[in-house]
């Protein structure tokens, strides 16, 4: 079973950048498909972007596309959330999710999670 914890959250100007990292651990890392999805204040969870195995495949929420850009480093069982021109809508809490097998472009929830990080973006 992996274990995850998501860091680099924190309080960003519109306009700003970020990047969120997820730590895995007490698993194959490069077996599982890595995904991030957020929840807003008073919304549901939502898929952000995921990474296939390899890190050849990514696939993003039209939403985030041409902003954020999903990576991973399997040597180090990472992942990454690159967060450009961020917006205060995409004020939420992240969260960094694995699965073994997750179909290429699903957006349906994980079977892994983290317990989240709070990125809050002001006007």
């Known amino acids: 079973q992996v274990q995850l914890v998501e860091s680099g959250g924190g309080l960003v100007q519109a306009g700003g950048s970020l990047r969120l990292s997820c730590a895995a651990s007490?698993?194959?890392?490069?077996?599982?498909?890595m995904a991030w999805f957020r929840q807003a204040p008073g919304k549901e969870r939502e898929f952000v972007a995921a990474?296939?195995?390899?890190?050849?495949?990514?696939w993003h929420a039209d939403s985030v596309k041409g902003r954020f850009t999903i990576s991973r480093d399997n040597a180090k069982s990472t992942v990454f959330l690159q967060m450009n021109s961020l917006k205060p809508e995409d004020t939420a809490v992240y969260y960094c999710?694995?699965?073994?097998?997750?179909?290429?472009?699903?957006?349906?929830?994980?079977?892994?999670w983290g317990k989240g990080t709070l990125l809050t973006v002001s006007s």
């Open positions: 999710a694995a699965d073994p097998m997750y179909p290429l472009g699903a957006t349906s929830p994980m079977h892994y």
């Open positions: 007490g698993g194959t890392f490069r077996s599982y498909t």
């Open positions: 990474i296939n195995q390899s890190g050849g495949l990514t």
